[in-house]
């Protein structure tokens, strides 16, 4: 726990369970009857509702982006370095809304809740769900609310798909669209390793063909191999040196040990794990498969692998944003090799090409594609400056 | 504003699409937003700049002018912009021509070096020309292409680019009856309205 809560915190928030009863027709071609959303809200919500952010979360992320749940609470949310008072994410002068997407595991309807029509786990049950499905059902948030136009949508990596979806599908309802180290659609290699990742959740024996929370267990392992490859697509060459490549062993004196600390100070000529960053990814893993959802996991990639804004288009995304009514910012770092500045670029040029107001910057940052949640100075800033940009015009209209 | 910048102003019609090469911080562009709401995107490379266009309500672009501008349409713009920044280009001639392709019409201000002062500079003292306003030495500056208002003269003829304006003003930004008379002698700063022929 934090011993006080810092003064920059948006403090102890909790939680909303949002019911709908509607209907949700998905891109499958499924139906859900009604479904939940696991909210959290930051700030205040101003008398014409125009001061509304929305919230888009990653792969792993959820609706816990900022604050502590308790006084007890290790850390705060996912990017509470960007969201608070005085913080990028202004939540003086911001409504921040954030929310775990459908088919979650943190709350919302998804794999893991009961189907109420077998009164069973959902498991392998649960329609697989697209970034459209989560928009989709994040305008039934925002109706819910009673915004009628977010001054901003705001989302990193998986997240920043769903900003491009919003700007695309639902064009009058954002004034602002800001997507963080995105890229328009994956790459073959992306995809690559997101079947790595499925297919090691779906072969670990405790996966009981994604029943498994109803026979008592969960494919840990699968899912830990998931994660760690994973883990590996979100740092850079240059992080993982920095972070396991400092001390120069007695093994070594001579330093070209570079990059591998040894755990213990001797190799077991065995295969145990030798090496720091082993370790580390063990332990990512582990603590990673004790707290998500294999379901979801599977869910999310699959998300992933399917987006593609083109796919109306006839594969071009310049007609896809035509329509697109809001402004641009769009950010990229340089040693994300998951989804490097060339992908966001390829968004930028597609928005020029529609005729789109965009402004783009290429942060130069060592620590991958988890730069995003990062307080990476030239990054905080530029997101800072944009949104008080956007606070302005906001006040500028109601005026 | 820097008073280059107030004679350009001058040709940018009300609601047209801008696009500034270079564009600083960003002020021209906002003042073009606003007292001629144009729409409009700004390339900068500077990091420092660029914090500034954000803040300035500006649109912008991080990319280097020098990698060209093929991600921009033809005709998608009514006018580019590059201010103060030609002598700085890998490839002046082709950065003009690619101003002309992406815009109907280009506006080029570059510091003049056939103005008298270089020319003395040069003569008397034997050395590349450093003043108040080229401030660099030769070996440790941005500006590697530097030119006089007559070598652009024939880079537009040579390239079929039509001249609607050549203005030239001193470094005050004022300019007289002997400038327009001796525009590559006098004129410390040129300052161009071109487009294709």
Known sequence: MP??????????????????????????????????????????????????????????????????????????????????????????????????????????????????????????????????????????????????????????????????????????????????????????????????????????????????????????????????????????????REKFGRTISDLDSSGSNFGRDLRTGTLSFGFNVDFQVESYLHYQGERFSENFDANTYLLMTKALDYFDPSVDYEGDFSAAFKNANCKFLLMSFTTDWRFPPERSREIVNDLLKAGKEVTYLEIEADQGHDAFLLPIPRYVNALSAYLKRVHTEGSADAS | MRPDLEIIQQWIQPGSRVLDLGCGDGSLLHYLNTSKSVTSIGLEIDEGNIEQCITNGVNVIEQNMDEGLGNFQPDSFDTVLLAQTLQALSNPHILINEMLRVGKYGIVTFPNFGNWKSRLYLAFRGRMPVSKFMPNEWYDTPNIHFCTVKDFDALCRENNIKILTRTVVDSQHQGNWAMKAWPNFLGEIAIYHITRD
């Open chain 1, 3 to 240: 011993n006080t809560i810092p003064s920059d915190s948006v403090g102890i928030v909790t939680p909303q369970c949002i019911h709908f009863n509607e209907e949700l027709s998905l891109r499958s071609g499924n139906v859900l009857s009604g479904f939940e959303l696991m909210i959290e809200t930051y700030g205040e919500l101003n008398a014409d509702k125009s001061n509304a952010i929305l919230i888009c979360h990653a792969l792993s992320g959820d609706h816990h982006a900022a604050g502590y749940h308790d006084e007890e609470d290790a850390k705060p949310g996912w990017w509470d370095s960007c969201i608070g008072p005085g913080k990028p994410i202004d939540t003086n002068l911001f409504f921040v809304v954030s929310l775990n997407n459908l088919g979650g595991c943190a709350g919302s309807t998804g794999p893991a809740s009961i189907n109420p029509e077998t009164g069973k786990y959902y498991g392998p049950d649960f329609p697989v769900v697209t970034v459209r499905d989560w928009v989709k059902s994040q305008v039934m948030l925002m109706d819910h609310l009673g915004i009628t136009q977010w001054a901003a949508v705001v989302g990193g990596s998986l997240g920043g798909m769903q900003v491009l979806r919003w700007a695309i599908s639902f064009p009058e309802r954002l004034r602002h669209a800001v997507c963080i180290a995105a890229a328009p659609k994956l790459s073959a290699q992306n995809i690559a390793f997101n079947e790595v990742a499925r297919h090691s959740i779906v072969n670990d024996p405790n996966f009981h063909e994604g029943r498994y929370l109803e026979a008592g267990t969960y494919p840990k392992q699968g899912l830990m191999l998931a994660r760690m490859v994973g883990h590996i697509t979100y740092l850079s060459d240059n992080a993982m």
